[in-house]
């Protein structure tokens, strides 16, 4: 299980996140969003919490890699 941490510790905005997350249909950014705490904030609370995973949540790759490999395949 993920890391555990005193109640006072934990912040309502990134709780709220994980819970519109995790009850609704929206995405991570837009939960995020909805709560005032940035995508990267609320993915780091769901690896801490090994909550990302039972989510469905992936964390975005390396994108500049992600651009290349998808250049390479267009290309003639």
């Known amino acids: ?10 912040k309502a905005d ?6 519109l997350l995790a009850l609704s249909d ?4 837009e939960a ?10 609320l993915e780091d609370a769901l690896d801490r919490g090994d909550l990302a995973e039972r989510l ?10 992600d651009i290349d490999k998808l250049l390479d395949e267009r290309s003639p």
Do not use: I, P, Y
């Open 26 to 29: 929206c995405t991570v950014a």
């Open 32 to 41: 995020a969003q909805r709560a005032g705490v940035t995508r990267w904030e």
């Open 56 to 65: 469905g949540v992936e964390r975005e790759g390396n994108v500049a890699a």
């Open 14 to 19: 990134l709780a709220t996140a994980v819970g």
């Open 1 to 10: 299980m993920g890391e555990k941490v005193a109640v006072t510790d934990v």
